[in-house]
């Protein structure tokens, strides 16, 4: 395949540099944007003060998708000569291999593990990428997943761990934003995965889930050989996609997909029942006091075909929870696979009422 010269905002370069209102997202576009070299310089001129760590963590979480390659940074502080500072990145490949980075000057991150903060969302176009129009198809396939494999910018971040499926799980979870959150139906159904992992026959088993939120039942779901399909709103796609691919990533037999889902619109479009055929359906903690339970039910049933089981984990905590659960059971044959009381967790099986 013919390699075109690096272009980035129709110019063609192998540096990139930043004036002092350069912002991250102006990076970010470098990267999904540049066919990499083996030798890439980027030098950026912040803010008196600031610093370049969220730079450093995106290259190290990238640095996953290129071999081989090693990027020098460079940074100025106003009119101070500029602090060296480089990475070494190796590729994670099956069989193990790491990664080792080396800041020549300056504070470094308190962790190689830490998240950068994303892009803002202004300039991103509608799939999510950004840059020019019309280019995407102009990039490696590789740089191309990179172009949702970023958090939202949440202000804070803490790293959550769980072991499920005889794995330690590392999610990454901000307080922010109810979809970047797990909550106690997430720890049931996965508990209630693992546990019941060989009479369901998860074993490539297609599995959707709805409202996957950080992620969490997905990845269990994939350890434990399923074929995932996480969904929830755009804005919890980044941190999700994140969680999953630090998680699944040379780790499961299948690769976990990443879709939008928006309850009740746009669902024989993009989830045409033709193609899109699932054994499993999971939700969790979905219901709660919010205005769109009525299209959340119409997603379910619209989800499901013959065959198709859903489980559904949730904690009770309002009356409208139960009024929903009284509509649930209007729609779907539904059976109470397990009940925590000390949480006021239910776990239920529904199978759509065809009659």
Same mark, same amino acid.
């Given at each position: 395949m013919r390699r075109e010269q690096p272009r980035i905002w129709g110019k063609s370069m192998t540096s990139l540099a930043l004036d002092p209102q350069g912002t991250l997202k102006d990076m970010y576009t470098f990267?999904? &944007?540049i066919q990499f070299q083996k030798? /890439?310089?980027?030098?950026?001129?912040?803010?008196?003060?600031?610093?370049?760590?969220?730079?450093?963590?995106?290259?190290?979480?990238?640095?996953?998708?290129?071999?081989?390659? =090693?990027?020098?940074l460079a940074e100025a502080l106003g009119d101070s000569d500029p602090e060296e500072r480089s990475v070494q990145a190796s590729s994670l490949l099956p069989g193990g291999s790491g990664m080792d980075a080396c800041l020549r000057s300056g504070q470094q991150p308190q962790s190689v593990d830490e998240a950068p903060r994303p892009p803002? #969302?202004?300039?991103?176009?509608?799939?999510?990428?950004?840059?020019?129009?019309?280019?995407?198809?102009?990039?490696?396939?590789? /740089?191309?997943?990179?172009? =949702?494999?970023?958090?939202?910018?949440? *202000?804070?971040?803490?790293?959550?761990?769980?072991w499920f499926a005889g794995k330690r799980i590392v999610i990454?979870?901000?307080? #922010?934003?109810?979809?970047?959150?797990?909550?106690?139906?997430?720890? *049931?159904?996965?508990?209630?995965? &693992? #546990?019941?992992?060989e009479e369901l026959g998860l074993q490539g088993a297609k599995m959707l889930e709805i409202g996957a939120g950080p992620g969490?039942?997905?990845?269990?779901?994939?350890?434990?050989?399923?074929?995932?399909?996480?969904?929830?709103?755009p804005d919890v796609l980044g941190n999700l996609q994140y969680n /999953?691919?630090?998680?699944?990533?040379?780790?499961? *037999?299948?690769?976990?997909?990443? =879709?939008?889902?928006?309850?009740? #619109?746009? /669902? &024989?479009?993009?989830?045409p029942k033709s193609t899109c055929y699932y054994d499993y359906l999971l939700a969790s903690d979905v219901v709660?006091?919010?205005?769109?339970?009525?299209?959340?039910?119409?997603?379910?049933?619209?989800?499901?075909?013959?065959?198709?089981?859903?489980?559904w984990a949730n904690k009770?905590?309002?009356?409208?929870?139960? &009024?929903?659960?009284d509509k649930f059971k209007q729609v779907f044959d539904t059976t109470l696979l397990a009940e925590f009381q000390e949480s006021s967790i239910k776990l239920f099986k529904g199978v759509l009422k065809w009659d």
């Open positions: 990267f999904i &944007e030798l /890439l310089e980027i030098h950026l001129r912040l803010q008196q003060g600031s610093t370049c760590l969220a730079t450093v963590a995106l290259l190290l979480h990238f640095s996953r998708r290129w071999k081989g390659d =090693k990027l020098h803002d #969302e202004e300039g991103l176009q509608t799939d999510g990428s950004s840059g020019p129009p019309g280019d995407s198809n102009k990039i490696e396939p590789s /740089l191309q997943s990179l172009q =949702k494999f970023v958090p939202m910018n949440y *202000a804070s971040y803490t790293q959550e761990y769980y990454q979870e901000s307080i #922010e934003s109810y979809g970047a959150v797990v909550w106690p139906g997430a720890m *049931a159904l996965c508990q209630y995965l &693992e #546990e019941h992992a969490l039942v997905s990845i269990v779901a994939s350890i434990l050989g399923a074929q995932v399909t996480a969904t929830d709103l /999953l691919l630090r998680n699944t990533l040379n780790h499961t *037999a299948h690769l976990p997909e990443v =879709k939008e889902l928006v309850w009740g #619109e746009g /669902l &024989e479009q993009n989830f709660y006091h919010h205005y769109f339970l009525d299209k959340l039910l119409a997603t379910m049933a619209y989800l499901c075909q013959p065959g198709t089981v859903l489980l009770f905590r309002f009356s409208t929870d139960y &009024e929903f659960l």
